[in-house]
């Protein structure tokens, strides 16, 4: 057994919109909240750090002083041309929760994609030590999922907040014993 720590990327400058695949910074705001979160995570024990090469991702994890790798695979969704626009100016994207796992937003991918890519990089990427995941709540939610037994379908039913930590005790992929989730930090 061997803890795996998921932990989302800090607040953005833009909210209640589909940023997906956009490589924004990280906003003033995680900035400021980053040295309390850097030093809860730090206390955890992990040994390493997985993040998405995205910068709201991939600068806060560089920032750990951890071996860190950076992974692709553990991007956001692709939202495609909805990227940026607020969900609710964007009355096309009721359609989008029909069927939220295959449905494909305009030049983007569907979540169960997104799902199959990052629990393929985390399978491949995890070894026996304590490890970190910084990255997205789509990309987390699925490894999440994954690692609990809990069906696709539902993964997106989990709710995760900036900065929101999760833990789950790993023995197998299908196979992990959730001892929190989404706490707050920073």
């Excluded at 910068?55 to 990227?83: M, N, T």
């Excluded at 964007?90 to 890519?117: H, M, Q, S």
């Excluded at 490894?143 to 930590?165: F, N, V």
Aim: include cysteine.
């Amino acid at each position: 057994m061997s803890p795996l720590f998921l932990l989302r990327h800090g607040p953005l400058a833009q909210s209640g919109a589909p940023i997906g695949w956009r490589d924004d910074q990280p906003s003033e705001e995680a900035v400021r909240r980053w040295p309390a979160v850097q030093a809860e995570v730090l206390r955890l024990g992990a040994q390493r750090v997985l993040s998405s090469d995205l910068a709201r991702s991939r600068v806060p994890a560089a920032g750990l002083g951890l071996p860190h790798d950076e992974l692709r695979a553990l991007r956001e969704q692709s939202f495609g041309r909805w990227e940026g626009i607020p969900w609710s100016d964007n009355p096309e994207a009721a359609w989008i929760y029909a069927d939220p796992l295959k449905a494909v937003p305009p030049g983007g991918e569907p979540f169960i994609t997104c799902a199959g890519r990052s629990i393929a990089a985390a399978v491949a990427a995890l070894d026996d030590r304590p490890t970190l995941i910084l990255a997205h709540a789509g990309s987390l939610r699925a490894i999440l999922a994954a690692w609990i037994g809990l069906p696709m379908e539902r993964a997106l039913d989990l709710a995760w907040d900036p900065y929101g930590l999760s833990c789950i005790d790993r023995y197998d992929i299908g196979r992990g014993v959730l001892r929190y989730h989404n706490r707050f930090i920073g």
